[in-house]
């Protein structure tokens, strides 16, 4: 007792208790913090519409319909093109869990990039619709990043905020993170709108703009992204940082004056 | 150490006398020395959150004198060039291009803008937890009650003067938050339009307001501040620091250690340790990352669009508010926008007069350097825990999409909540409030009658168990029974000597209503008295 | 810093057995004060050693503040201002940003540290007691401040001389006019600007992405376009006072699902055109929900239906959003009939 007591006096023990404190927001972060994704595993086999009608009558005709016509419980698919099946399916997105809460969320994928693939090949053979982009349309090659910037504070930001960490809304619904989302599938949602993100086609967004704006979004909110001033506390902006300012910035200041205001350890028998 | 034997023995005062001696020719310093040198102060960690304040406010002006050098306040359009790659070639205003050289291309640009930006925000925090250090207390009394009020007004003017100072590197943030006071500026009946075009030299944005925020936060409040901060402390050295009722202390001195040597290494200690802190914390976390948010644009928005957290209380308001609005004769009325324009200042209103209405009610004309400790004023410290919500209400209603987000909520039932919690958050606080205090009163009372708990249980001969109660020392019992209890108030005779009847007016029937209120049966527990305690512990083996 | 190493007799304990219980000392009135608690010495007090031990700690904080001061010096000039390094748990930071705010925050808080730890540990610690005084001065004082005052207020003659005191007050009391004047220049008058946006007849909806005019056929049902008035360009002095204004926000909905009717008469085969800017307190309202239909301020969560004349369905906001009305001319491109017919964001005591 004693020598604990004897060590909370101790003049470090207001830097140990900061330094602690330091650590442990950055451990809490870096535990919190979203990892990125896994790289979908890309397989350039030849598919077949039947295969993709086959897998497409186990998984989605339920709610879509046979003919993927739609029914009460899902959209017509008719016309919605292979770019819409790759990215709901591959974002584990489709197919949907039978009770749903606001909005369909991300989960992990339970097919192979051939079966959806196959998939979309039948999807996109019932109407026409976008295709699935290729690398070259959202490689960041040949890309104006800051040009991207400036489309993304227009067109994205308002609901995904100003570095795509999401936001709320109404009833419960929100516009997802987008850290660590593979760019094929902010293109293909782009493209085509999932839900009630409105679509960006190519007369309003050019592909060119689109091509900018991932480029933008890479350069701004991935893993190799530098912060250069430490911490981002989320990126959420002042609610975070306020949040911050009185837990750690007040709180260490408050228990450094508890150290500056304490009686010293008298010398006394116990 | 006087003079004279210092001259015999070396035949010369050292410098430093010989400096002290030549100030005090000119300036009289032995004078002001001479009481203030080994003036005492008292020890507790809440005594020091005022330093808080003073010091961050310190460092954010040293670190903001620094930042007007480099900083350009004009809205003039220009292609940013810096280095950082993100935004290169896009047009933005100087103001906005100029943070980014600080941040970038200034080497410990960024770090000043951070512990500049961290300062404030904890600059505001602290004066919010001293302010509530003292009401809670009753620091406020008499004599204090005009401190009380610089110490207010140094709170809003701090909050107006973060706000200019957010608003001025003109980003999509800020912009925002600028473009909502415009707004807020419409919605005054009458007089709006003009002072905000006044205000922005015409039509929102214009090209006038950074230039314009930039003169308020650079000199106008920051010099009243610096005015009132000053006087702050003269009053705080003239009434000299108040302290908790214990041994030795009394209305009549104030009990501690002289600021001459040991004040002077705390205090001045502890503005060190306040700098370093911040440093430290604007080493690891980066705060108003402007270059993410990118240039002003009033027709670009990001979500999460919230002000610093000073302002998180008028945010909150101005969200949970319905969108009334009342069309008469050619005329609007945006009552959604005014009435929490209003709510705003009538809320900071109420905690600024509460130390008149307190005296009024109390009706008690003497000084108070003894501290009440939060439950023996329950009323007080219940109307304070109630305004705090009210507070705090705010700052969740000005937060409510990320609540939504982070706790998979639909913000419009986080808002309706808010909207409810506003009424009753601080009817509850105050109910609730008001029973701890009492509660905890009424174990001060047992404790003093009874003894401390010890916990050691012990069997008597005949079989039966009680728990032993250690007395109290002297020490223990006077601090418990330190504090002054007030008699509820009662309506005068309303019958003069010679028997006219007088009126009474409703302010002396508000007055004793309150009084009762505040310190009739039940609103506060009788301390235990002397004879109390002698009968008690006189007769041993009570039951 | 136990006090196993302080000798036995030293502590004070032993020193002096006359305080060791509590007790009651004044059995007249048990609650009266009891003064001021004797005196009790820290280890630094009576142990040479351990005080020898606060010195060294106290000099050594000061040593590393140094220290850290000339780690502050190295970094500035060694560290290139665009080096970014991975620090974990924190990410890739500014290296100087991270050197400088360390270095400096050590040498800072060491100073700070050394300084209290002096204080406590070695500076005396014996409480000592101030006298106050009362705040308001005697009677006899302020009786001689008051006759002071009177006698002042006498020889100024300025309650005889009446007409010197009211022109006196009515001087002071209009010489600030002069300041108040002079910050009429800070703007001009509103007059009707508020009420007028850059659209007009025939002005070409020009999109904000692609700086092309717009086409029907370009606006698909479910997208999200915003568009500015042809021939405002960003570079121009007033592109932000007129885009403040001029934000437009164009959806396309299946003209069944259009449940007002003004609203349809002033679109174009389910073409609708809104202002971006909202009527609470003029942020850029853009969150649309392409399945509801709705649009949600990022702000303050005002929500406005826009398959329904864009009126308010949730939050502060008192009106609905203004609607343009459009149509299409010769050549194929969306056009606007017309400004706004009302003004818009938010509202004002002129609005009406």
Known sequence: MKKLSARRRHPLAAVVVLLLALAATGGLYAAFAPASKAQADETSQSLTIKEGKKLYQVGCASCHGTGGQGSSDGPSLVGVGAAAVDFQVATGRMPAATSQGPQVVKKKNIYTQAQIDQLAAYVASLGAGPEVPTKDQYGPEGADIAKGGELFRTNCAQCHNFTGKGGALTKGKFAPDLTGVDPKHIYEAMQTGPQNMPSFPDTTLSEKNKKDVIAYLNAINSSETEQPGGMELGGLGPVTEGLFAWVFGLGALIAVAVWVAARTAKAKKS | ?543 | MSSQDIPEENLPAEQDHAHAAVTVADEKNPFADPGLPPHEHRIQDIDERAAKRSERVVALLFTVSMLATVGFIVSYVAIPHDKSIFVFPIGHVSALNFALGLTLGTALFCIGAGAVHWARTLMSDVEVADERHAIAASPEVRAQVHADFKQGAKESAIGRRGLIRTTMFGALALVPLSGVMLLRDLGPLPGTSLRHTLWAKGKLLVNMNTNQPLRPEDVAVGSLTFAKPEGLEEAQEDFQNEIAKAALMIIRLQPDNIKDKRELEWSHQGIVAFSKICTHVGCPISLYEQQTHHVLCPCHQSTFDLSDGARVIFGPAGHALPQLRIGVNDEGYLQALGDFEEPVGPAFWERG
């Open chain 2, 1 to 543: 150490m006087s003079t004279n034997e210092n001259n015999e023995r070396r035949g010369k005062a050292p410098a430093g006398e010989r400096v002290a001696d030549w100030a005090d020719g000119r300036l009289g310093i032995y004078s002001l020395a001479k009481s203030n040198m080994r003036k005492i102060f008292p020890d507790h960690w809440s005594f020091m959150l005022g330093e808080v304040c003073l010091y961050s406010f310190l460092i954010i002006i040293l670190t903001g004198v620094y930042l007007t050098l480099f900083f350009h306040p004009s809205m003039n359009e220009v292609e940013y060039h810096g280095s950082y790659v993100p935004l290169q070639g896009q047009l933005m205003s100087e103001a906005f291009s100029s943070t980014l050289h600080i941040s970038f291309d200034v080497r410990g640009g960024l770090l000043i803008r951070q512990i500049h930006h961290w300062s404030a925000l904890i600059f505001l925090a602290g004066m919010f937890v001293h302010m509530m250090r003292v009401f809670f207390t009753g620091a406020f009394r008499k004599p204090r009650e005009i401190n009380w009020l610089f110490g207010f007004l140094l709170f809003v003017l701090g909050m107006f003067t973060g706000f200019t100072g957010y608003s001025l590197p003109d980003d999509l943030l800020s912009g925002t938050g600028v473009r909502f006071t415009e707004g807020a500026i419409l919605s005054m009946p009458i007089v709006g339009t003009y002072i905000s075009f006044f205000l922005f030299g015409g039509e929102f944005p214009g090209h006038d307001f950074v230039a314009r925020f930039y003169s308020i936060h650079i000199l106008l409040l920051p010099g009243i501040m610096l005015g009132l901060m000053v006087g702050h402390l003269i009053l705080v050295f003239y009434h000299k620091h108040t302290q908790f009722a214990g041994p030795g202390k009394s209305e009549k001195n104030v009990v501690g250690m002289p600021l001459l040597p040991v004040y002077m290494a705390k205090a001045g200690g502890f503005f060190f340790l306040v700098f370093g802190v911040i440093a430290a914390i604007a080493a690891v976390t980066q705060i108003n990352p402007i270059w993410a948010m990118g240039p002003y644009r009033p027709d670009q928005v990001s979500t999460g669009a919230q002000p610093d957290w000073y302002m998180g209380f008028a945010e909150g308001l101005v969200r949970y508010m319905p969108g009334w609005e009342i069309n008469f004769w050619g005329h609007t009325l945006v009552l959604g926008v005014f009435i929490p324009l209003m709510l705003f200042g009538l809320v900071l209103a109420a905690i600024a007069l509460y130390p008149f209405i307190e005296s009024w009610v109390t009706g008690d004309k003497s000084e108070h350097h003894i501290l009440d400790r939060p439950r023996n004023a329950p009323t007080r410290t219940a109307f304070g825990v109630a305004w705090v919500t009210v507070y705090m209400v705010g700052l969740v209603g000005g937060g409510n999409d990320l609540i939504a987000t982070h706790f998979n909520l639909s913000i419009n039932d986080v808002t309706w909540f808010v909207r409810i919690f506003f009424f009753a958050g601080p009817v509850i606080a105050f109910l609730v409030t008001k029973r701890i205090c009492l509660g905890l009163q009424r174990r001060d009372r047992d404790k003093v009658l009874h003894g401390r708990e010890t916990g050691i249980i012990k069997r008597l001969p005949h079989g039966e168990f009680i728990e032993v109660h250690e007395p109290l020392s002297q020490e223990q019992l006077h601090t418990l029974t330190a504090h002054h209890q007030y008699e509820p108030a009662e309506i005068g005779p309303t019958v003069d000597e010679n028997g006219v009847e007088r009126k009474v007016k409703g302010s002396e029937k508000l007055r004793v209503k309150l009084s009762n209120a505040y310190y009739g049966e039940d609103n506060q527990i009788p301390k235990p008295t002397v004879d109390e305690y002698k009968e008690i512990t006189s007769g041993h083996g009570h039951h």
